[in-house]
């Protein structure tokens, strides 16, 4: 009884507003009340009325919406509702929505304060769980885009995804605008170089112009250097290959007189100094034809010391794997001739560029992300903390990797038009990856111990990423804490389980055997699971993301297809890398797609910065307030760090890492 003041939001995006009225019903503990047609929702605006109730409503507990239409069915963006109750000191209820009303169907939004299973005692929300849940699961429902590979979101196309998967009108103006940019580039480049003829290596600056970054242009200056070779595997675009050896590599077989290299090698692995990055996922991989062409692939090994001043060198380079009955293969050398070791080393960049745009990008970023979207969706309700924890998180997810399964990895998407791993290489690398999956390579405490990467000072990712991690960890337990107050609540909440085993067992198709939990028995190991899951979405993402414009926009130093088979012998000349590296009109269309899906994006949120408020209540609010202390702290110290670095690492750094990934 009395008078409720409602608000109510409506987004900004070009089309959020809605011709069509709306009603509006509140409903509490003991009661509810229809609040009649009260608004006509505009574009970016706060709507507020109040309203007199005769009926003792109680806590409030839903606001239920209908947007109704006579001949057009106009959708409304929702941002949230905020119902003050009776009187000065009336308490307020905050509803969140952040989706779109369409039809004509009612609609529930429940009170934003997180509720378990376990919390809802009295079952005051259960009826509106499990009808929330029935109907995403109609909506978000499991795809196999390629047999053996882990699961996606069913959709052919963008039009199959639930609307609110998609591109708000900002979004995607920017994408298809920077995509048509960088097509009318690609054209204009191949005009003017199509008479021309390539023959040294510095011809690549024809179609180096455009958008690229000051990183991209020390990089065309130094990438023939074995250090700046060396420190792409520290803090390159591919941070995730580099190991530290505990024993040489069975493959590594010695020709006659390479003893004083065995013994080196030796050396350096009793000190402790031997890493290696070893490119075996792609041996036997059938590699891309294109254009009647044959492209070529290699899987090489590489040898790297670090000295005492952090540099990271090359110390022996084998492009292939030993093959019974077939010569030992060659192992190239630092001494060797300049062009015959400026050969392999391309050959390792080449390679390094099909496992980190397939492996470390497209599936533990892109395709890790949408199975906890999908998870997500299918599993918690939108009242549970922990979805109320994650959905910032997967924002645009399930949108760009349908653009990336019909554009990218398509039949005739760019990978079959120029990329060498193209044409089905790249189904079947995807698929020994998947099969190689670990919980631990997506911790970084785990992975980066795993790698004896933990207190090398000269791997910028390797701090970084332990520090977010630990920020990200905090964050999560202090919202975990806040509804789980022992282990139990944790083990008794049943849609909690159901969303673990989802991801496990259903979205990566059984990974219990590669250490995924299907059940979550206690709080650390809840924490543990979803910072997992906000890392992987954010950090993890950006770590492997944004260096694509730096390192790849030279094209040398990371050629997408390689013309000519890898070197058995060693007499290489300038002439014989011109003819392995790609054409010029290869080189464009790699350019291209690295600066459109490199580049900063104008549409934008960095981590924790998101403006949606799905939590209700102070608490919630406190801990995301000190989690973005946490990360401005972090920010700032990067930034001092960077500032004494002649190359910054800034792909870890929270002002610039994405909420989700969303490009």
Not at 369 to 377: L, P, Q
Not at 379 to 384: E, F
């Given at each position: 009884?009395?008078?409720?003041?409602?608000?109510?939001?409506?987004?900004?995006?070009?089309?959020?507003?809605?011709?069509?009225?709306?009603?509006?019903?509140?409903?509490?503990?003991?009661?509810?009340?229809?609040?009649?047609?009260?608004?006509?929702?505009?574009?970016?605006?706060?709507?507020?009325?109040?309203?007199?109730?005769?009926?003792?409503?109680?806590?409030?507990?839903?606001?239920?919406?209908?947007?109704?239409?006579?001949?057009?069915d106009d959708a409304w963006f929702c941002n949230w509702v905020s119902v003050q109750g009776p009187g000065a000191?009336?308490?307020?209820?905050?509803?969140?929505?952040?989706?779109?009303?369409?039809?004509?169907?009612?609609?529930?939004?429940?009170?934003?304060?997180?509720?378990?299973?376990?919390?809802?005692?009295?079952?005051?929300?259960?009826?509106?769980?499990?009808?929330?849940?029935?109907?995403?699961?109609?909506?978000?429902?499991?795809?196999?885009?390629?047999?053996?590979?882990?699961?996606?979101?069913?959709?052919?196309?963008?039009?199959?995804?639930?609307?609110?998967?998609?591109?708000?009108?900002?979004?995607?103006?920017?994408?298809?605008?920077?995509?048509?940019?960088?097509?009318?580039?690609?054209?204009?480049?191949?005009?003017?170089?199509?008479?021309?003829?390539?023959?040294?290596?510095?011809?690549?600056?024809?179609?180096?112009?455009?958008?690229?970054?000051?990183?991209?242009?020390?990089?065309?200056?130094?990438?023939?250097?074995?250090?700046?070779?060396?420190?792409?595997?520290?803090?390159?675009?591919?941070?995730?290959?580099?190991?530290?050896?505990?024993?040489?590599?069975?493959?590594?077989?010695?020709?006659?007189?390479?003893?004083?290299?065995?013994?080196?090698?030796?050396?350096?692995?009793?000190?402790?100094?031997?890493?290696?990055?070893?490119?075996?996922?792609?041996?036997?991989?059938?590699?891309?034809?294109?254009?009647?062409?044959?492209?070529?692939?290699?899987?090489?090994?590489?040898?790297?010391?670090?000295?005492?001043?952090?540099?990271?060198?090359?110390?022996?380079?084998?492009?292939?794997?030993?093959?019974?009955?077939?010569?030992?293969?060659?192992?190239?050398?630092?001494?060797?001739?300049?062009?015959?070791?400026?050969?392999?080393?391309?050959?390792?960049?080449?390679?390094?560029?099909?496992?980190?745009?397939?492996?470390?990008?497209?599936?533990?970023?892109?395709?890790?992300?949408?199975?906890?979207?999908?998870?997500?969706?299918?599993?918690?309700?939108?009242?549970?903390?922990?979805?109320?924890?994650?959905?910032?998180?997967?924002?645009?997810?399930?949108?760009?990797?349908?653009?990336?399964?019909?554009?990218?990895?398509?039949?005739?998407?760019?990978?079959?038009?120029?990329?060498?791993?193209?044409?089905?290489?790249?189904?079947?690398?995807?698929?020994?990856?998947?099969?190689?999956?670990t919980y631990r390579s997506f911790c970084p405490p785990e992975d980066l111990a795993d790698r004896g990467l933990?207190?090398?000072?000269?791997?910028?990712?390797?701090?970084?990423?332990?520090?977010?991690?630990?920020?990200?960890?905090?964050?999560?337990?202090?919202?975990?804490?806040?509804?789980?107050?022992?282990?139990?609540?944790?083990?008794?909440?049943?849609?909690?389980?159901?969303?673990?085993?989802?991801?496990?067992?259903?979205?990566?198709?059984?990974?219990?055997?590669?250490?995924?939990?299907?059940?979550?028995?206690?709080?650390?190991?809840?924490?543990?699971?979803?910072?997992?899951?906000?890392?992987?979405?954010?950090?993890?993402?950006?770590?492997?993301?944004?260096?694509?414009?730096?390192?790849?926009?030279?094209?040398?130093?990371?050629?997408?297809?390689?013309?000519?088979?890898?070197?058995?012998?060693?007499?290489?000349?300038?002439?014989?890398?011109?003819?392995?590296l790609p054409n010029f009109h290869q080189a464009s269309l790699q350019m291209s797609i690295t600066w459109q899906?490199?580049?900063?994006?104008?549409?934008?949120?960095?981590?924790?910065?998101?403006?949606?408020?799905?939590?209700?209540?102070?608490?919630?609010?406190?801990?995301?307030?000190?989690?973005?202390?946490?990360?401005?702290?972090?920010?700032?110290?990067?930034?001092?760090?960077?500032?004494?670095?002649?190359?910054?690492?800034?792909?870890?750094?929270?002002?610039?890492?994405?909420?989700?990934?969303?490009?």
């Amino acid at each position: 009884m009395g008078v409720y003041r409602v608000r109510v939001s409506t987004g900004s995006s070009l089309c959020a507003g809605s011709n069509n009225p709306v009603q509006l019903w509140l409903v509490g503990q003991h009661g509810e009340a229809a609040l009649g047609t009260r608004l006509w929702p505009s574009r970016g605006k706060e709507t507020e009325f109040k309203v007199d109730v005769s009926e003792y409503l109680g806590p409030l507990l839903f606001v239920k919406m209908r947007k109704r239409h006579l001949l057009q069915d106009d959708a409304w963006f929702c941002n949230w509702v905020s119902v003050q109750g009776p009187g000065a000191s009336g308490d307020e209820f905050r509803f969140p929505c952040y989706r779109w009303v369409k039809g004509d169907g009612v609609l529930s939004l429940a009170e934003g304060t997180g509720c378990t299973l376990v919390d809802d005692l009295q079952g005051l929300f259960k009826k509106h769980r499990e009808e929330e849940l029935e109907e995403r699961r109609k909506l978000y429902r499991w795809g196999n885009w390629k047999d053996g590979l882990i699961l996606n979101v069913a959709a052919a196309s963008i039009s199959d995804l639930p609307i609110d998967e998609r591109f708000l009108e900002d979004k995607k103006i920017d994408f298809e605008a920077s995509l048509a940019k960088g097509l009318a580039e690609l054209a204009v480049k191949d005009s003017l170089n199509i008479l021309a003829c390539w023959k040294e290596l510095d011809d690549f600056s024809r179609i180096f112009w455009c958008g690229q970054s000051k990183l991209a242009g020390k990089v065309r200056e130094s990438w023939q250097e074995d250090a700046f070779f060396g420190y792409q595997f520290l803090n390159g675009a591919n941070p995730m290959l580099l190991r530290r050896s505990s024993q040489l590599p069975a493959r590594l077989v010695f020709p006659p007189g390479m003893e004083e290299l065995q013994a080196q090698l030796e050396k350096e692995l009793q000190g402790g100094t031997l890493f290696e990055a070893d490119f075996s996922l792609l041996d036997g991989i059938k590699a891309n034809v294109i254009l009647c062409s044959q492209q070529h692939l290699a899987a090489p090994l590489v040898m790297l010391k670090l000295q005492p001043d952090g540099q990271l060198l090359p110390m022996v380079i084998q492009l292939q794997l030993p093959c019974t009955g077939s010569p030992t293969p060659p192992l190239f050398l630092p001494t060797d001739p300049p062009m015959v070791w400026l050969l392999a080393k391309c050959w390792v960049r080449s390679s390094d560029f099909q496992v980190h745009e397939l492996n470390s990008h497209l599936l533990r970023g892109h395709l890790m992300a949408e199975v906890i979207a999908v998870a997500t969706m299918r599993c918690l309700p939108s009242i549970h903390p922990i979805f109320k924890l994650l959905i910032p998180h997967l924002r645009y997810t399930m949108e760009i990797n349908v653009r990336a399964r019909t554009g990218l990895v398509s039949d005739m998407g760019v990978f079959d038009q120029v990329v060498s791993s193209g044409g089905g290489g790249h189904v079947e690398l995807l698929r020994r990856a998947g099969a190689n999956l670990t919980y631990r390579s997506f911790c970084p405490p785990e992975d980066l111990a795993d790698r004896g990467l933990l207190g090398v000072k000269s791997s910028f990712y390797a701090q970084d990423a332990l520090r977010l991690w630990e920020v990200i960890y905090c964050y999560v337990e202090g919202i975990v804490s806040l509804h789980y107050k022992m282990d139990e609540a944790v083990k008794e909440d049943l849609e909690l389980q159901s969303w673990c085993r989802e991801i496990t067992e259903i979205g990566l198709q059984g990974a219990q055997d590669q250490g995924f939990p299907i059940s979550l028995q206690s709080r650390d190991q809840l924490c543990h699971f979803v910072t997992m899951c906000i890392f992987t979405c954010t950090g993890q993402h950006s770590s492997v993301h944004m260096g694509q414009l730096d390192w790849y926009s030279w094209v040398p130093n990371a050629p997408c297809t390689m013309r000519l088979p890898p070197p058995t012998t060693k007499d290489a000349t300038l002439e014989t890398v011109m003819a392995t590296l790609p054409n010029f009109h290869q080189a464009s269309l790699q350019m291209s797609i690295t600066w459109q899906l490199g580049r900063r994006q104008p549409v934008m949120v960095a981590l924790g910065q998101h403006e949606e408020e799905y939590f209700g209540g102070p608490e919630p609010k406190a801990v995301l307030n000190k989690f973005r202390k946490e990360l401005a702290a972090l920010d700032k110290e990067i930034e001092i760090r960077n500032a004494k670095l002649d190359l910054p690492y800034e792909y870890l750094r929270p002002s610039l890492v994405e909420n989700s990934v969303a490009i």
